[in-house]
């Protein structure tokens, strides 16, 4: 597919199963934008690929994705047109999520390691998320002077709004265990017995009828309100870009990228 993202189609013959993979495993899975332009290209792929029952989310390396890539954020801020620049990123992470969000069959996220910023709203756009004991999710937008807009609604839809606001605000891990309790899970344990798990899931989710099980997810969808976290997701890509905009912004990411505390500035 890409040098960063893969699409395994080995076992869609055999079940149904396809596998989307984030490869960048030297820099974390951090996201740029062309790997944005990448997953949405793959799942344009996998919804027109016939006969697909079910997709695997899954990653290389130690960690699961890391978020943005914020080096590459940090360059947007210095370009002449920066505020187009965060808008695009905004949308075309917004269209990640709604695109995975939306697929019309089960989707399953293989959590090997921790889940940042961005990387949370991966896992959230999945129906299943099993995940390996030592991973953890931390949603540290606010320590970098922004904001997880686009998240918000994945987040809130997937947890409740009162947990939700608690993981957006607190700026504290989340470890697999307390996301599982929180909502956020199907099933966590010790990491070399995640693929198996995954497996016995995906054998039993095989054993429902293709269309019994899109009509039950598209019927799940309408009964949940699934129509306005799609729409809320649009509507925070002028918040999430309006963030970066901020003299916050431009210093929290400073600090990350120099290895340092922020120096937040109190405006009254």
């Known amino acids: 597919m890409s040098e ?56 290389t390396g130690p960690v699961f994705c890391a978020g943005m890539d914020l080096s590459e954020m940090q360059a947007h801020a210095n370009a002449p047109d920066k505020e187009q620049q965060w808008q695009l990123d905004s949308e075309l992470y917004a269209e990640v999520l709604s695109r995975l969000f939306r697929l019309p069959f089960p989707t399953v996220a ?36 922004i904001t997880a ?40 344990g010790e990491p070399e017995q995640l693929e198996g798990h995954v497996e016995q899931l995906i054998t039993s989710i095989l054993t429902g009828a293709p269309m019994a099980l899109a009509i039950t997810k598209r019927h799940w969808h309408h009964c949940t309100n699934a129509a306005a976290v799609l729409q809320q997701a649009q509507e925070s890509i002028q918040v999430s870009a309006e963030a970066r905009q901020s003299p916050d912004a431009r210093e929290g990411l400073a600090a990350f990228l120099e290895k340092r505390s922020p120096n937040w500035t109190v405006r009254t």
């Open 110 to 145: 293989q959590v090997q390691g921790p889940v940042l910023a961005g990387g949370v709203g991966l896992i959230l756009a999945c129906d299943f998320v099993l995940s390996a004991n030592t991973a953890f999710y931390a949603l540290p937008e606010p320590v970098r002077g």
């Open 4 to 59: 960063f993202i893969a699409l395994d189609e080995s076992r869609l013959a055999s079940r149904g199963q396809v596998e989307l993979i984030l490869l960048r495993a030297d820099r974390r899975n951090a996201l740029t934008r062309q790997m944005l332009r990448d997953l949405i290209a793959a799942l344009d792929a996998i919804e027109k690929i016939a006969h697909v029952r079910v997709l695997v989310l899954k990653s």
């Open 149 to 188: 807009a686009i998240v918000t609604p994945f987040l809130s839809y997937r947890i409740g709004a009162g947990a939700a606001g608690q993981w957006l605000l607190a700026g504290q891990r989340i470890s697999a265990e307390q996301a599982l309790r929180s909502g956020l899970g199907y099933w966590v």
